[in-house]
């Protein structure tokens, strides 16, 4: 199953992200449960989040104008599977939020950062 993400901007939501303190990485002994696709339309490099259960974790680096492909740990898709991904440009002050979905072990979302 692919499900389709457009980024939006929830500039809110985003009051609720700590930017204090560091965040968890995926690594081989977290495990991935799903894959997130990112098509980076613009010029910036955007770090890659998926955040889940008010816990922001970085997924990792999508250079401008790529695709890139970033496992989404399994402890992120714990409970009720709801995620949010965050796309933070660097040397950019925005930060695009997408819309709370769903996310099953096994699927490929498809995120798409339109070119400014």
Not at 28 to 57: C, K, W
Not at 69 to 85: K, M, N, S, T, W
Request: hydrophobic letters at 40%; glycine letters at 10%; charged letters at 15%.
């Amino acid at each position: 199953m692919r499900a389709l993400v457009r980024t939006l901007l929830l500039p809110l939501l985003l009051a609720a992200c700590s930017h204090g303190r560091g965040s968890p990485q995926v690594t081989p002994e977290t495990g991935a449960a799903a894959t997130v696709e990112v098509q980076n339309q613009g010029f910036a490099d955007m770090t890659i989040y998926v955040l889940s259960h008010g816990v922001r974790v970085r997924l990792g680096l999508a250079s401008g104008h790529s695709t890139s492909q970033f496992p989404i740990p399994a402890y992120a898709l714990e409970g009720d599977r709801l995620v949010q991904f965050l796309a933070d440009p660097i040397g950019g002050t925005r930060e695009p939020v997408t819309e709370e979905i769903g996310v099953d072990p096994g699927d490929t979302v498809d995120l798409t950062i339109p070119p400014q």
